[in-house]
């Protein structure tokens, strides 16, 4: 941050209020070298490196950009409309078709299949139709000799577009009853009689931004064709399934005539859940159109233009409490700003309602939820999914009870928590059964030393009269599963070869967060060889049809589990055959170490195989998995949508400069739960990446559109995700000691998301801090926390 740093650091201490250990980064247990308990030690819960990591660091790890190029590749470049609603006259292609290197220009007309893309809602156009309907719309393809060609020639079409009135925010959306679907509401109990009843009576709105995936790898896909009008995709997708189903769909071919493979992504964090699927459409129609494969890869700035963000949202809330804090009411409006077609705005806006509680019960309640209908880019899945959406207007609602009445705002969380018999039922009538939120809370205040430092904290606020300190606890309780109940499956390929190597094909994909790495544990776990005895290939539709998008937190514990129950299927024939040989039962055969073990002998796994072969035992096996439990009603939002919840609790501190707005992050204590770790490693990677990702939701990154409906905020240049300058210099992460209490692969329990809302803590405390430097009373600070609108919340009133 531009803060006068210098300045800054002197003012704050660099570190949290009476904290000596201001430098600590407690990043993990202690790890094990594979290396030294490979032959002897399970695989699981050690922090064997993540599968790829050798090669990225040495730049031979294959991204879609890198895999060679076939002879006659071509480069495809889209045609973006200027406009942000408006009616399509014209399309004038001569400049760019006389350009040198220029094969094609493609419009709707050209599309051979359905013009509309095969989504749930049927209600996005593959290339503008008869109108546009926000500025970067894809109107059309450029297809040239290479990437600059086709980009020079898709800038040199002119488009012919008379202007719409457009609508940019939600709320202008809601008010003229523009929606993308239905909206939702759930109630329980009678809110309005409670409401009346209530002791105290609180009423406030607020606004929270969207956010960009800014993943290191954008958004490309490589169309090749095959024979017999087949065609093989290489996507950077977390969804192979769903771009299968797309292409074929804008072809106007079966599934079976396209393969889609994925190695790896560099990143996807939502973005390339379903937006992957553009990519490849495009590519496929431009390659089926030239006979020829072609590459599609945007560059950041069309990137921004393209693709959607995170939802924006809006509310509006009144809630009743009595003197202790406890909510006795609450009556909740959300506004999602869902762009201009539905994408995945109705799972979304559903798990925003599911987190409005996070960590809290709600007796009588009212949540309205309206899906709107702008002139933006179409928004789209992003970590969390609505959760964050969802759980950020509960504790905004929290700290201004807490201010209200003059109490601390732990205090007032710790009130509202979900406790035993009446009070472990959500509004979505979902029992709580693995309920850890008091203790783990109550360890972390413990261990963070919270209300001494927030007395330490009052005593440096009364002090100082430009930098002004705050502090906040945040729970979570997350919901781990698709809201969409059938995605809950998985498959999986777990092939045993001669040399006694073992290479794994699962349905989810590989985007740096280590699901290769944690199923190969789970493979090698199950077969009781080394971890470096386990190949984890690439996502491939003719492997393992019909998956899963990687989302949701789910990777591991869906494709997980699948992986086991093929090895399983492996390790049950060897047994059998083992068995016969020794005249035991299949049961009493072991697989640990590298060795098959029974009562009478000890073979090693190598040599098992061989003579398996040898006799003609299936080496090979399929694994399938469907989560158990889930179950809900879509119309009502009511049922068990939810295997089991992820908790966790963070305690932020923070500083701000009165004169200024402009803050900083001074330290971070963090424990959370992920159950029996599966790699303590790559799971504390997880919980730093996401709450540093949440933290630039809340704090730095903004997403601007200008009045023509332009996002102005297109580049890194006008984009600020957080720099390494950004982390805070005390920065501690410890796990919760019980393994999950449902009978989930390995005892773990996801990690991919949870962590992002940790970082409502930062947001929270930085309100503290307004707060205090306003003597107390209302705060009203819209998210990001940018240093603009802390001086605005400063300034209020």
């Known amino acids: 941050m531009n803060m006068r740093d210098k300045d800054f650091t002197a003012a704050t201490g660099g570190g949290p209020a009476g904290a000596a250990d201001a430098g600590e980064r407690n990043l993990a247990p202690a790890t094990v070298s594979p290396h030294a308990a490979a032959a002897t030690a399970p695989a699981l819960g050690v922090s064997v490196p993540h599968e790829s990591a050798r090669a990225q660091v040495a730049g031979r790890a294959t991204y879609v950009d890198d895999i060679p190029e076939l002879r006659g590749t071509l480069h495809a470049a889209p045609i973006l409309s200027t406009v942000a609603h408006g009616r399509l006259r014209g399309v004038d292609a001569r400049a760019a078709r006389a350009l040198p290197g220029v094969r094609a220009v493609l419009l709707a007309a050209d599309i051979p299949g359905d013009p509309i893309l095969a989504t749930f809602s049927h209600d996005e ?45 939600a709320r202008e959306a809601h008010s003229m009853q523009r929606y993308v679907l239905p909206p939702v509401t759930v109630r329980r109990g009678e809110p309005e009689a409670a409401m009346a009843g209530a002791a105290h009576r609180l009423q406030g709105s607020l606004t929270v931004g969207g956010q960009e995936h800014f993943y290191l790898e954008g958004q490309i896909a490589y169309a090749i064709p095959g024979e017999q009008d087949t065609w093989r995709i290489h996507s950077s997708t977390q969804h192979p399934g769903e771009v299968q189903h797309w292409v074929a769909h804008a072809l106007g071919l079966e599934n079976n005539a396209v393969t889609v493979e994925c190695r790896r992504m560099g990143g996807g964090f939502g973005g390339k859940e379903t937006q992957a699927g553009h990519m490849a459409v495009w590519a496929a129609i431009a390659a089926r159109h030239c006979g020829r494969p072609v590459k599609l890869r945007l560059d950041r700035d069309d990137d921004f233009m393209v693709t959607g963000k995170r939802h924006p949202f809006e509310y509006d809330w009144e809630a009743g409490f009595d003197a202790t804090g406890r909510l006795t009411a609450l009556k909740l409006t959300m506004l999602a700003n869902c762009g201009f077609s539905a994408d995945l705005s109705g799972p979304v806006a559903d798990r925003a309602v599911f987190h409005v509680d996070n960590a809290y019960f709600l007796s009588d309640v009212e949540i309205a939820s309206f899906r709107c209908r702008t002139n933006t880019q179409s928004h789209t899945a992003f970590r969390g999914f609505g959760g964050p959406q969802g759980v950020i207007v509960i504790e905004a609602i929290l700290g201004e009870i807490a201010r209200h009445l003059g109490l601390d705002p732990l205090a007032v969380r710790e009130r509202n928590f979900y406790g035993v018999g009446e009070r472990d039922v959500t509004h979505y009538q979902m029992k709580v059964e693995d309920n850890i939120l008091a203790p783990l809370v109550a360890q972390l205040a413990q261990d963070s030393r919270y209300r001494a430092r927030r007395e330490a904290i009052a005593r440096w606020n009364a002090d100082s009269p430009v930098i002004k300190r705050g502090i906040a606890i945040t729970p979570v309780k997350f919901g781990i599963s698709f809201t969409a109940t059938f995605f809950n499956q998985a498959g999986a390929l777990v092939h045993v070869y001669t040399d006694g190597s073992v290479q794994v094909n699962h349905g989810g994909t590989e985007m740096g967060q280590g699901l290769n790495t944690k199923v190969a544990q789970v493979v090698a776990d199950e077969l009781g060889i080394p971890f470096e005895r386990v190949r984890a290939t690439a996502a491939d539709t003719s492997k393992v049809p019909n998956a899963s998008a990687t989302a949701a937190s789910s990777g591991t514990d869906l494709n997980g589990r699948a992986a086991q129950y093929a090895a399983r299927n492996v390790r049950d024939n060897l047994a059998a055959f083992v068995a016969g040989l020794d005249g035991c039962g299949a049961g009493a055969v072991r697989f640990a170490g590298g060795k098959v073990v029974t009562p009478k002998s000890e073979r090693g796994f190598d040599e098992v195989v061989k003579a398996a072969y040898a006799n003609r035992i299936q080496l090979w096996s399929d694994g399938f998995y469907r989560t158990p439990k889930i179950h809900y009603d879509k119309q009502t939002l009511t049922g068990r949508p939810f295997y089991y919840f992820a908790y966790g609790a963070a305690c932020s501190e923070v500083a701000i400069d009165t004169l200024t707005g402009e803050n900083r992050v001074l330290a971070v204590d963090i424990l959370h739960d992920v159950g029996h770790s599966l790699n303590p490693a790559i799971d504390i990677g997880q919980v730093e990446g996401g709450f540093i990702q949440g933290m630039g939701w809340l704090t730095t990154e903004q997403l601007v559109w200008n009045a023509k409906g332009l996002l102005a905020t297109h580049a890194p240049s006008t984009y600020k995700i957080p720099a390494t300058g950004d982390l805070p210099p005390h920065f501690s992460v410890k796990f919760w000691h019980e393994p999950n209490r449902e009978d989930n692969v390995g005892g773990s329990k996801a990690v991919g998301e949870p962590p992002f809302m940790l970082a409502v803590s930062v947001w929270e405390a930085l309100r503290d801090a307004v707060a205090s430097a306003r003597g107390g009373g209302p705060v009203q600070l819209d998210a990001p926390a940018t240093a603009e609108n802390v001086l605005a919340a400063l300034r209020q009133g």
């Open 125 to 169: 156009p593959i290339f503008a139709l008869d109108t546009v309907q926000h500025i970067g719309q894809v109107v059309g393809l450029v297809v040239a000799d290479s990437v600059m060609a086709a980009r020079r020639a898709a800038r040199q079409v002119a488009l012919d577009i008379e202007p719409l009135p457009h609508v940019l925010s």
